[in-house]
Nanobody, 121 residues
Framework: QVQLVESGGGLVQAGGSLRLSCAAS????????MGWFHQAPGKERDFVAA????????AYADSVKGRFTISRDNAKNTVSLQMNSLQPEDTAIYYC??????????????WGQGTQVTVSS
């Protein structure tokens, strides 16, 4: 079992920045690829970013490329999402996900509870 807890969400103005973090426990964190997904009201849960279990490979949704950066610290069992140049369309609940070894853009084996990000115009 892997437990994931997100934090760092909040309310920011357009153009601002937030850094989300996800703390993992339960199994060996370094063996899991990690990802961030978000879900806006009335919308499906969409892929945002992912990072391989070793941290050498990353992937991003087209809508966030150049603005968001995913990173991980296996020694601390954490994964982060640095979000810059935030826009109102980024408003959503952001979820941390884990999948054993294989990086995924479609889902995960384990999910966090989500953290709300709200971007005002």
């Amino acid at each position: 079992q892997v437990q994931l807890v997100e934090s760092g969400g909040g309310l920011v103005q357009a153009g601002g920045s937030l850094r989300l973090s996800c703390a993992a426990s339960g199994r060996t964190f370094s063996n899991y690829a990690m990802g961030w997904f978000h879900q806006a009201p009335g919308k499906e849960r969409d892929f945002v970013a992912a990072i391989s279990w070793g941290g050498s490979n990353t992937a991003y949704a087209d809508s966030v490329k150049g603005r968001f950066t995913i990173s991980r610290d296996n020694a601390k069992n954490t994964v982060s999402l640095q979000m810059n140049s935030l826009q109102p369309e980024d408003t959503a609940i952001y979820y941390c996900a884990a999948r054993f070894r294989v990086m995924t853009m479609t889902g995960g084996d384990y999910w966090g509870q989500g953290t709300q990000v709200t971007v005002s115009s």
